[in-house]
C-alpha cells in the first residue's frame, strides 16, 4: 500500500531578494505614486508580498503533492479536479491577487506589472497546476478587455477577473499542431446574425473544471471564404455555457469534453480535447464583433505574448522553489567527512554544503533563478515605464515597447529552460532522496517540462526573435539593446571587484552582434536554412548576456551597498551572496557565448545534410 499524501507546504522564496530588484535595482518606488500608480507606495508593494507569500503557504502550497497524485478525472462529461480546488479558487479571489494589477474599472487594485509579476511567481512557485486556471483567464479577460466590443467588454470583463467565469486560449487541433494556420474549426454565420462553431481543438489547459460557473473559450476559428493560413482565422468568444442578457446561467453551448491528457507533470491541471458543435448548436460571437473577422491571430497574439511571459515566470517560480529545498536539504543532511579530513574515516560527517561540488551546484541554481528573475522583472519594468509616461513621449514609448518586444522570447525560452536544469540540477543535490517523491524536486522537475514546449516551443520563440524581433524598427530596438549594455561595459570595466567579468560581458556582446551579423548575411544570401539551424543558439546567447549584464549591475548596487555595512549584519551576506553569484555566472556561463558564436561561424550543415535513412538502420 502507497503511503499518503501528507497535506505539507514545501514552498519557499525569497522575498528579500524580490525586494532587492524593485526597489534597489530597478528602482520602482520613483514609478510609485503618481499616476497610473497613485495609490501605490513602497509599503504597500511590500506588504502585498509578504501576505500573498503567507497565502500561498497556507492555502494552495499545501495542496501541491495531493493534486499531482489524484489529478483530474473526466467524470459524467465533466472534469472533477483535485480536492481543495475549489475552495482554493474561491479564496484566491476572495484575497484579490489575480486582480492585483488589473485596472480598477474592472474591479483591480492597478498595481506594477512588475509586483504582478512577483505575485504571479509566488503563486505559480505554491502550486503551479492550480495558478493555471486563474492565468489562463486572466490572459482571456485582457484580450477581450483589449480588442472587444464595448458591450463585450462590459459584459465578460469583470466576471472573468473576479474569478465568477475562467477562460481558455484554444488554437490547436490534432492534424495542425504547430501550425495554427491548417486549422480546420470553422465559423458559419446564421440568419440569426450569430455564428455557429465547428471543430475540435487539444491540448487546452483548463478546457474544463469545476472551479467556476462558467468558461470562456476563446476560439480560433476560419469563416467562410477567408483567406488561406492564419490571415483567415478569427477569434471567437465561446461560452462553455449559455448566458442571458442579464448575465443568467442558461443550457449548455454544445461545448464537450472528449478526453483529458496523462501528463508527466502538472497533473492537477486539466489539458483537455475540446469537441465545438458536435450537435450543430455551438454559438460563439468575434471578439471586436462582425468587423473584425480574420483577425484572431494579431488578437491572439496580445494574449499568447502574456502566456509566454508567464510561462517564463513559471519557471522561475519552480526552479526558485527547487533551489530553495535543495539548499534547506544541503544545510540539514550530513554525509561524508571535510575533504581536509577525507583519509580519516573517524571524522565527523558534515552538513553537505560543506563539500565544493554541492557548493558548485547550489552558487549555480542561486545564479540563475536570480538572474531570470531579473530579466522577467527588467521587462515588467519596461512595461510599466510605458504605462507611466504620457502622450507625446514617442521616442520614450518606442523604446520601451521595443524592448519589451525584444525580451518576451527571452524570458519564455530561457526562464523554461532553465527551470528543467536548475530542477535536475536540485535532485542532484539531494542524491537518491531527490528522485523520491518523499521531496517536492522530483515533482518539480516533471513540472517544469511543459514550460519548454506549451505557448509555442521555444524554437518558434527562436525564430520569432531572429526573424521579426532584431529587425523591428529597422533594427532600432536591437541597436538600442545593445547600446544599454555598452553603456553598462563602459562605465564599469575598472571596477575593483567587478570589472574583469564585466570586460568578459564586453566581450560577449560583441560576440552576440557579430552573431547577429552573421544571421542577416544568411538572410541575405540565400542560406536562410542556417537560420532556423542557429536560432536557438542566437537567442541563448542573447539571454546569458542579459542575464549577465543584469546580474553584474545588480553585483555592482550590492559591492556598494557592502561597503557601508557591519559584517554582522544580516544583509552583509545577503550583498555578498549577490556580488559572488554574478561572477560565478560571469566566470562559469557567459564565456559560452563566445563559443556558440565562434560556432555559428563554421556553419556546421550536419543535421541538413545527413539523409533520412542515415539515422539509423532500424
Not at 206 to 229: F, K, M, T, Y
Not at 451 to 478: C, P, W
Not at 487 to 499: C, R, T
Request: hydrophobic fraction near 40%; include cysteine; charged fraction near 20%.
Amino acid at each position: 500500500m502507497s503511503k499518503p499524501i501528507q497535506a505539507i507546504n514545501r514552498y519557499k522564496a525569497d522575498l528579500r531578494e524580490m525586494s532587492f530588484l524593485l526597489f534597489e535595482q530597478f528602482r520602482l518606488g520613483e514609478l510609485l505614486g503618481r499616476g497610473p500608480f497613485e495609490n501605490w507606495g513602497e509599503d504597500e508593494v511590500r506588504a502585498s508580498l509578504a501576505e500573498c507569500y503567507r497565502w500561498a503557504r497556507e492555502v494552495i502550497g499545501p495542496l501541491t503533492a495531493s493534486a499531482d497524485a489524484t489529478g483530474c478525472k473526466l467524470e459524467a462529461g465533466g472534469v472533477k479536479t483535485p480536492q481543495g480546488f475549489k475552495d482554493a479558487w474561491t479564496k484566491l479571489y476572495e484575497a484579490g491577487w489575480k486582480g492585483i494589477a488589473v485596472h480598477p474599472e474592472y474591479g483591480g487594485a492597478g498595481a506594477p506589472h512588475v509586483l504582478q509579476i512577483l505575485v504571479e511567481e509566488i503563486l505559480s512557485g505554491a502550486n503551479t497546476a492550480f495558478t493555471m486556471y486563474s492565468g489562463l483567464t486572466h490572459g482571456a479577460a485582457e484580450v477581450i478587455e483589449a480588442f472587444g466590443t464595448p458591450e463585450q467588454k462590459k459584459f465578460y470583463c469583470q466576471p472573468m477577473y473576479n474569478g465568477k467565469w475562467a477562460g481558455t486560449m484554444c488554437l490547436t487541433e490534432p492534424h495542425a499542431g504547430t501550425d495554427v494556420g491548417s486549422n480546420r474549426t470553422s465559423a458559419k454565420k446564421n440568419a440569426d446574425g450569430t455564428w455557429s462553431i465547428q471543430g475540435t481543438k487539444i491540448f487546452i489547459s483548463g478546457g474544463d473544471q469545476d472551479l467556476s460557473e462558467n468558461i470562456i473559450h476563446l476560439v480560433l476559428a476560419r469563416v467562410e471564404g477567408a483567406p488561406p493560413g492564419t490571415k483567415g482565422l478569427t477569434l471567437f468568444i465561446v461560452p462553455k455555457t449559455r448566458v442571458s442578457a442579464d448575465g443568467a446561467i442558461q443550457e449548455p453551448n454544445d461545448v464537450s469534453v472528449g478526453a483529458i491528457e496523462h501528463k508527466m507533470g502538472i497533473n492537477g491541471s486539466a489539458t483537455c480535447v475540446l469537441n465545438y458543435g458536435e450537435n450543430g448548436k455551438c454559438i460563439g460571437e468575434p471578439v471586436g464583433g462582425d468587423s473584425k473577422l480574420n483577425q484572431g491571430m494579431a488578437q491572439m497574439f496580445r494574449m499568447m505574448n502574456g502566456a509566454r511571459i508567464m510561462v517564463g515566470v513559471q519557471g522561475l517560480a519552480v526552479g526558485s522553489a527547487a533551489f530553495l529545498n535543495a539548499l534547506e536539504y544541503a544545510k540539514d543532511r550530513k554525509q561524508g567527512s571535510s575533504i581536509a579530513n577525507f583519509k580519516d574515516a573517524t571524522a565527523p560527517r558534515v552538513p553537505i554544503i560543506e563539500h565544493a561540488d554541492i557548493r558548485r551546484m547550489l552558487l549555480d541554481m542561486k545564479a540563475r533563478v536570480e538572474g531570470i528573475r531579473a530579466l522577467a522583472i527588467k521587462l515588467c519594468h519596461h512595461q510599466d515605464s510605458l504605462r507611466s509616461l504620457g502622450a507625446g513621449d514617442d521616442q520614450k514609448i518606442a523604446y520601451h515597447q521595443g524592448q519589451v518586444d525584444l525580451l518576451v522570447p527571452l524570458v519564455k525560452s530561457y526562464g523554461s529552460d532553465q527551470a528543467f536544469r536548475v530542477c535536475e540540477l536540485a535532485i542532484q543535490t539531494y542524491g537518491g532522496a531527490g528522485y523520491t517523491r518523499d521531496y517536492p524536486v522530483e515533482q518539480y522537475c516533471r513540472d517544469s517540462k511543459i514550460f519548454s514546449i506549451y505557448e509555442g516551443t521555444n524554437h518558434i520563440q527562436a525564430m520569432d526573435l531572429v526573424s521579426r524581433k532584431l529587425s523591428q524598427a529597422g533594427g532600432a530596438n536591437f541597436q538600442s539593446f545593445i547600446g544599454d549594455i555598452s553603456k553598462f561595459v563602459a562605465e564599469n570595466s575598472a571596477h575593483p571587484v567587478l570589472g574583469a567579468s564585466v570586460k568578459s560581458l564586453g566581450s560577449a556582446h560583441e560576440a552576440l552582434g557579430g552573431a547577429a551579423m552573421k544571421l542577416l548575411t544568411w538572410f541575405h544570401t540565400g542560406q536562410v536554412s542556417m537560420v532556423p539551424l542557429n536560432a536557438n543558439r542566437f537567442l541563448d546567447m542573447m539571454a546569458e548576456v542579459t542575464v549577465a549584464w543584469l546580474l553584474l549591475d545588480g553585483a555592482r548596487i550590492a559591492h556598494e551597498k557592502l561597503a557601508k555595512l557591519d559584517a554582522a549584519q544580516p544583509d552583509h551576506a545577503f550583498y555578498s551572496g549577490k556580488i559572488q553569484a554574478a561572477l560565478y555566472y560571469a566566470r562559469n556561463v557567459l564565456p559560452g557565448v563566445d563559443d556558440k558564436a565562434r560556432l555559428m561561424l563554421e556553419e556546421d550543415r550536419s543535421p541538413l545534410d545527413i539523409e533520412d535513412a542515415a539515422f539509423a538502420t532500424v
